[in-house]
């Protein structure tokens, strides 16, 4: 259990640098392009999400598992075989992908309907798949092995490189050309990104192949080698079902963006300020990724250990680290949804300060952050019992769900973009209401009401009446941007302080948390 939360630790360190590099990098992408522009470059980002989920999100998830089953026993040969063969699949999918967004981006335009100057945006993206599926190959591989510390390296090495090579684009190209060649400036920054995210993993598996080997010869001789048809059948039938889900959660996305132009039309917005609007929820979105870091590194963590508790027969195991991840990321999604909610205007003002519907977006788009992270860590532990085929049909309901809400709220004139808000909390919140449903039936999990969600939620109520009152009474005497950054870090101390008080959280998440073992060693038997 130990090494369980150290590794979500190091991942969710990892993701939140990474995440904090990429608001460095979309804040000032953002000011440069302005909601137009960023609008073209959030069409280009969904089109990708999905590409990406179909054709490569699921087979790292299933080397992962692969990997963890065998090392659980130490069938080290057999780990580098799932590698090996998992690889070359990649590969092949990730040349298809670049291939398809190179070629296709004049199909995708006309079909979505879009800005035609969207075009600039999906070819800056076009050769980001191929060298992001052998970084997820290699990820994979470590992370089924439980070490996680390339991964959260690579994850800062890809956001700065981002940071660096697409603002300088976005800049040279938007006062060159304008706002949508500056757009394909900001996507190239992926792809030369993830070139240069590829090139440290590839050494890093060289330098780890030195030692490793020695022990795959050594377990050479101790197990049956397996076939490669074998491991391929394997692959894909974690792979497919993994796939699908994650693609229906992209899908989430591209419902937004194939629906935005004409629903908003019916309502009397014109296509130009229907993307306007959708590139300030865009920006929305883009706040809303920072917590959802942690339930990302949990959920990447959870599968290799729920996995290899699952291989051992271990059920209690199993059922421990299942209500701990619920546990965890309820203690961060609630705080992180009302500071977001309370502070949403002041953020934008300080961020986006032309993204004028941004705030009031965000005050809302923030509760979705609650349904996402626990939505996303129970069909994790779902994909590690190997029950895939459940999180799909839950995210095809999910899917319907948004659709009907988008069709019907962005037509009605009084709500307009916000229907498409409604749509994202109403979506996930019926996700993780039907995987908590399935994972009842298959782990029998005993949640403690009071401790994992009443008192969690008393704090994080209290954190936001303090907040309110905070940003009060500074508003006048410093500047509003220097406030909101005090006033939040205001709520963070009185958020755990309150939590302490009334014993809201015990050591096992407190070490968790940034700063956690401090704490532990200052407080001493009081917690």
Request: some cysteine; overall charge positive; charged content about 15%.
């Amino acid at each position: 259990m130990s090494s369980y939360i150290k590794s979500a630790g190091i991942l969710a360190i990892g993701g939140i640098i990474s995440k904090l590099l990429g608001l460095f990098f979309k804040i000032p992408i953002g000011r440069i392009l302005d909601s137009y522009g960023y609008g073209l470059y959030y069409n280009s980002y969904n089109i990708y999400n999905l590409l990406l989920t179909m054709s490569i999100v699921g087979i790292p998830v299933a080397i992962s598992k692969m990997i963890a089953e065998r090392a659980s026993v130490k069938n080290y040969h057999g780990v580098y075989n799932v590698y090996k063969i998992s690889m070359a699949v990649l590969i092949v999918i990730g040349g298809a992908s670049s291939a398809f967004l190179f070629f296709g981006a004049d199909w995708i335009i006309k079909a979505a309907d879009w800005d035609q100057g969207s075009y600039y945006a999906i070819i800056g993206l076009a050769a980001a798949p191929f060298f992001v599926s052998i970084m997820c190959a290699i990820r994979g591989f470590f992370q089924g092995m439980q070490m996680m510390k390339p991964t959260a390296i690579s994850q800062i090495i890809e956001s700065f490189v981002r940071v660096i090579f697409g603002i300088t684009l976005c800049i040279y190209l938007t006062n060159e050309f304008g706002q949508a060649q500056g757009a394909g400036g900001a996507s190239a920054g992926a792809s030369i990104a993830a070139v240069a995210t590829t090139i440290f993993l590839i050494f890093t598996f060289v330098v780890f192949m030195r030692d490793f080997s020695k022990k795959m010869k050594n377990s050479k001789d101790k197990f049956k080698k397996e076939s490669s048809k074998k491991i391929l059948k394997r692959l894909f039938d974690i792979a497919v079902p993994v796939t699908l889900a994650s693609a229906f959660v992209a899908l989430l996305g591209i419902v937004n963006s194939f629906t935005y132009v004409s629903r908003l039309g019916v309502a009397g917005i014109d296509s130009k300020m229907a993307t306007i609007l959708f590139g300030d929820f865009g920006l929305g979105q883009t706040m809303i990724n920072v917590p959802l870091t942690f339930s990302s590194a949990m959920s990447l963590t959870l599968v290799p250990a729920v996995s290899a508790s699952f291989a051992l027969n271990d059920i209690p195991s199993i059922r421990r680290k299942t209500e701990l991840g619920i546990r965890v990321m309820l203690l961060i999604s609630l705080p992180s949804a009302i500071g977001l909610s309370i502070y949403s205007q002041p953020i934008f003002d300080l961020l986006f300060p032309a993204a004028h519907s941004g705030g009031a977006i965000l005050k809302y788009l923030a509760f979705s952050v609650i349904f996402i992270m626990i939505g996303n860590i129970l069909q994790s532990v779902l994909q590690a019992l190997d029950k895939f085929r459940i999180p799909v049909i839950n995210l095809f309901i999910a899917l319907i769900v948004k659709y009907i809400l988008n069709y019907v709220l962005m037509s009605i004139p009084d709500i307009h973009i916000f229907g498409m808000v409604i749509s994202n909390i109403g979506a996930f919140a019926v996700t993780a209401l039907l995987n908590y449903i399935a994972i009842k039936r298959y782990v029998e999990i005993r949640l403690d009401t009071l401790q994992t969600i009443i008192k969690p939620l008393i704090a994080s109520t209290i954190m936001g009446a303090f907040g309110i009152i905070f940003y009060r009474i500074l508003s006048g005497i410093i500047p509003s941007g220097i406030n909101v950054l005090i006033s939040i870090s205001l709520c963070i101390i009185v958020y755990f302080v309150t939590l302490i008080l009334i014993k809201g959280i015990t050591r096992e998440e407190l070490i968790l948390m940034p700063g956690g073992k401090k704490i532990i060693d200052r407080l001493g038997d009081r917690i």
